[in-house]
Nanobody, 126 residues
Framework: QVQLVESGGGLVQAGGSLRLSCAAS????????MGWFRQAPGKEREFVAAITRLGSNTGYVDSVKGRFAISRDNAKNMVYLQMNSLKPEDTAVYYC???????????????????WGQGTPVTVSS
């Protein structure tokens, strides 16, 4: 069992930056590939970014490439999402998730994630 708690969301102007954090407790985080998803009002939850168990590889949805960066610190049981050059269309609730996968696997499918946090809201004003 893994418990995930997100933090760092808030209100920011377009062009600004935010850093989301995901704190994990329970099992050691390096057993899991990690991902960030988001859900905007009235829309389905979508994949944003993912990172392999040891942090050797990352993957992003096209709309955030070059602006967002996912990272992890397994010693601290933490996962981060650095969000730069934010746009109003980035407004959503952001969720951290954990997937039990082999080393080196990037997980993009929501259904492959077994543990989820409660989400942290991000609002980008124009």
């Amino acid at each position: 069992q893994v418990q995930l708690v997100e933090s760092g969301g808030g209100l920011v102007q377009a062009g600004g930056s935010l850093r989301l954090s995901c704190a994990a407790s329970g099992r050691t985080l390096n057993n899991y590939a990690m991902g960030w998803f988001r859900q905007a009002p009235g829309k389905e939850r979508e994949f944003v970014a993912a990172i392999t168990r040891l942090g050797s590889n990352t993957g992003y949805v096209d709309s955030v490439k070059g602006r967002f960066a996912i990272s992890r610190d397994n010693a601290k049981n933490m996962v981060y999402l650095q969000m730069n050059s934010l746009k109003p269309e980035d407004t959503a609730v952001y969720y951290c998730a954990a997937a039990g996968q082999p080393l080196g696997v990037i997980v993009r499918r929501m259904g492959d994630y077994v543990y989820w946090g409660q989400g942290t809201p991000v609002t980008v004003s124009s």
